[in-house]
């Protein structure tokens, strides 16, 4: 079965910090799509990155930064410097091709000015 | 349309009430996804529309839930007798033909609230 794991319900930083959102998968399938989504308070899913299960090489995007390592099942999401605009609920998402994306309970992060 | 529509973006009803919530998704999606995202939850997948077919509708909840989608385009989730823990935000998503890479595409979601 397809599971993912958001550990962390609620993240307060101040700004400028750097914070780390954990994700933790389950799946048996060796092919599979790892996300992240962002939904700001407007509601909308905002997508941010995809990252396939072959390629686990780290991805840095301005402030943003991935960490995949297949041999802890995790896909973690770290925000450098961060700023008030960050302040969303983050999802971590699972896709193998037979099944919809699959979704972690998501991770409340509120950055305080 | 720019991006997928959702309407109504609220609708209160009353308990044992019927409701329609519809999505236009972006115009050349084939595939069109239900989601609904209760109070402290994750995204709950509903159901999933190819064209018009639903090859998986394995999380409609009860049968009181259906969907269809009609055209390849628009889709109705309809609620029979609602009661108050159907009470949730309802989003459509949908991607492009090519659903390998599992990208999707939200609206802003119909939130309902069942008195």
């Known amino acids: 079965a397809q599971k993912v794991t958001q550990a962390q319900t609620e993240i307060s930083v101040v700004e400028k910090e750097d914070v780390t959102l954990d994700c933790v998968y389950e799946?048996?399938?060796?092919?599979?799509?790892l996300f992240w989504y962002k939904q700001p308070p407007s509601g909308e899913l905002v997508f941010l990155i995809r990252r396939n299960s072959f390629d686990e090489q780290n991805e840095i995007s301005g402030r943003y930064s991935w960490n995949f390592q297949k041999s802890t099942s995790s896909f973690n999401f770290t925000i450098t410097a961060s700023q008030v605009v960050d302040s969303a609920v983050y999802f971590c998402?699972?896709?193998?091709?037979?099944?919809?994306?699959?979704f972690g309970k998501g991770t409340r992060l509120s950055v305080i000015a | 349309g720019a991006g997928v529509s959702q309407s109504p973006s609220n609708k209160v009803t009353e308990k044992g009430k019927d409701v329609e919530l519809r999505c236009d998704p972006i115009s050349g999606h084939t595939a069109l996804y239900w989601y609904r995202q209760s109070l402290g939850q994750g995204l709950e997948f509903l159901i999933y529309?190819?064209?018009?077919?639903?090859?998986?509708k394995s999380g409609l909840p009860s049968d009181r839930f259906s969907a269809e989608r009609t055209g390849g385009s628009v889709s109705t989730l309809t609620i029979q007798r609602t009661q108050q823990e159907d009470s949730a935000v309802y989003l459509c998503?949908?991607?492009?033909?090519?659903?390998?890479?599992?990208?999707?595409?939200f609206g802003e979601g119909s939130r309902l609230t069942v008195l």
């Open positions: 998402a699972l896709y193998s091709g037979n099944t919809p994306l699959v």
């Open positions: 529309f190819q064209g018009n077919s639903a090859p998986d």
């Open positions: 998503a949908s991607s492009f033909p090519a659903v390998n890479t599992g990208e999707l595409f």
């Open positions: 799946t048996r399938d060796t092919t599979y799509y």
